[in-house]
């Protein structure tokens, strides 16, 4: 399974970007690339993904680096609402998703 | 579409009892996975089924888990003989098809004392 790298936390003000990375250096060239984040006592929760292009939904922007060895989520303004454990996982065979630790977004009111 | 339902929410056993979960995915969804997820960590893999096969089986799911799909529909995990490194939120995650995203549920906390 592809393993991913993340930051263990971030800090954002309200009302500002936010960009959080993932390196999954040992993703497989056909494996798409999934964001979901968690609220405390919640199942995660999707965000977005892909697989080469970058993408944008409600909710979020994906950047994937061009060797799609990285990738960054882009919140466009972060609010409270989005401070939450933010995971990124490749989705491997079986559409089954490896979650690392996660990055802890926290978010200045 | 009601979701990804999981009962009970929480469930506090002895050590030692054997204890049962339930997952009732989206219905028209036919791939189920289970996830066991700790303090602090992220969801680990465990199993998954398509329809009523179960294709794959983490390391992680010993000989006293067990995990059935008997319709295709609802799933249930079992432990027997429960210990208290056990204690765990178990997560159940459906999607339509390979590809597609996961729909979570609200998950199982287990306490073993």
Redesign the interface.
């Known amino acids: 399974d592809a393993k991913t790298t993340q930051p263990n936390s971030m800090e954002s003000n309200e009302e500002e970007p936010v960009h959080l990375p993932c390196n999954h250096s040992t993703i497989s060239g056909t494996d ?1 690339i ?1 964001w ?1 984040r968690q609220l405390p ?6 965000v977005i ?1 892909g697989l080469t292009s970058n993408v944008n939904n409600r909710m979020a922007s994906l950047a994937i680096a061009e060797d799609r060895k990285s990738s960054t989520l882009i919140l466009h303004r972060a609010t409270l609402r989005d401070a939450a ?1 933010y ?1 990124c996982s490749p ?1 491997g ?10 990055t802890i977004l926290r978010v200045k009111s | 579409d009601t979701g990804v339902s999981q009962n009970p929410r929480h469930k506090i056993t002895k050590r030692g009892q054997n204890v049962t979960f339930r997952c009732d995915p989206i219905s028209e969804h036919n791939r189920l996975y289970w996830y066991r997820q700790t303090l602090g960590q992220g969801p680990e893999f465990l199993t998954y089924f398509q329809n009523e096969a179960q294709l794959e089986k983490s390391r992680l799911l010993s000989d006293r888990f067990s995990a059935e799909r008997p319709k295709g529909s609802f799933s249930t995990l079992e432990i027997q003989r429960t210990e208290q490194g056990d204690s765990a939120m178990y997560l159940c995650a459906s999607s339509l098809v390979s590809g597609e995203k996961l729909f979570f549920g609200s998950g199982t906390q287990l306490s073993v004392l």
């Open positions: 798409y999934h979901y006592s919640q199942g995660p929760e999707y993904h454990v995971y989705q065979y079986g559409n089954k998703l490896v979650f690392g630790a996660g």
